[in-house]
T-cell receptor, first 114, second 111 residues
Framework: AQSVSQHNHHVILSEAASLELGCNYS??????LFWYVQYPGQHLQLLLK??????LVKGIKGFEAEFIKSKFSFNLRKPSVQWSDTAEYFC????????????FGTGTRLQVTL | NAGVTQTPKFRVLKTGQSMTLLCAQD?????MYWYRQDPGMGLRLIHY???????AKGEVPDGYNVSRLKKQNFLLGLESAAPSQTSVYFC??????????FGPGTRLTVL
């Protein structure tokens, strides 16, 4: 079965700092990849997704992620974080032929200080 | 469009009580899912459905049952609640192979 690892459990950054959150997955076949964000007290919202094509994908609110197939990674980046980016971020993997089920990482809590 | 809605938003149960959580979507999605979210564990799939009248077990199905009698609704039942089922429950829906859209969640506490 596939698994997803997010090694950063809690990240604290100052406003305007750059962000990179790691995501690695274990699965040898074709995958679709997602980053979801959960603001405090809210439901999950899609930040960005990768299905095929350009491995550098851009999402909402200035976020981007790069799919590196050889490293089984899909790291999330943002050049300059804002206080409003404080949230929990989840990486998720969808493997083909699995009823479109998602396997989530354990999440990374990002805290942005003023 | 309301998207994915869940009722109730909050619920407190005593051990052994039963309840049903309702998920509804108005996007004509074929696939629907129930997850539970626990601190430090991400979201784990409880049950899912790939169409009206069909359901299947996910990663953590024990203690839960589901039904999908109508395409737009997906019900999650707890027959005899246990403290270990204290969690936040999220419903999601999607077209096959596409991203999932999530509901606002139900916070359940079992005493």
């Amino acid at each position: 079965a596939q698994s997803v690892s997010q090694h950063n459990h809690h990240v604290i950054l100052s406003e305007a700092a750059s962000l990179e959150l790691g995501c690695n997955y274990s699965y040898g076949g074709t995958v679709n990849l997602f980053w979801y964000v959960q603001y405090p007290g809210q439901h999950l919202q899609l930040l960005l997704k990768y299905f095929s094509g350009d491995p550098l994908v851009k999402g909402i609110k200035g976020f981007e992620a790069e799919f590196i197939k050889s490293k089984f990674s899909f790291n999330l980046r943002k050049p300059s974080v804002q206080w409003s980016d404080t949230a929990e971020y989840f990486c998720a993997v969808m493997t083909t032929g699995t009823a479109s089920k998602l396997t989530f990482g354990t999440g990374t809590r990002l805290q942005v200080t003023l | 469009n309301a998207g994915v809605t869940q009722t109730p938003k909050f619920r407190v149960l005593k051990t052994g009580q039963s309840m049903t959580l309702l998920c509804a979507q108005d996007m004509n999605h074929e696939y629907m899912y129930w997850y539970r979210q626990d601190p430090g564990m991400g979201l784990r799939l409880i049950h899912y459905s790939v169409g009206e009248g069909t359901t299947a077990k996910g990663e953590v199905p024990d203690g839960y049952n589901v039904s999908r009698l109508k395409k737009q609704n997906f019900l999650l039942g707890l027959e005899s609640a246990a403290p270990s089922q204290t969690s936040v429950y999220f419903c999601a829906s999607s077209f096959g192979g596409r991203e999932q859209f999530f509901g606002p969640g139900t916070r359940l506490t079992v005493l």
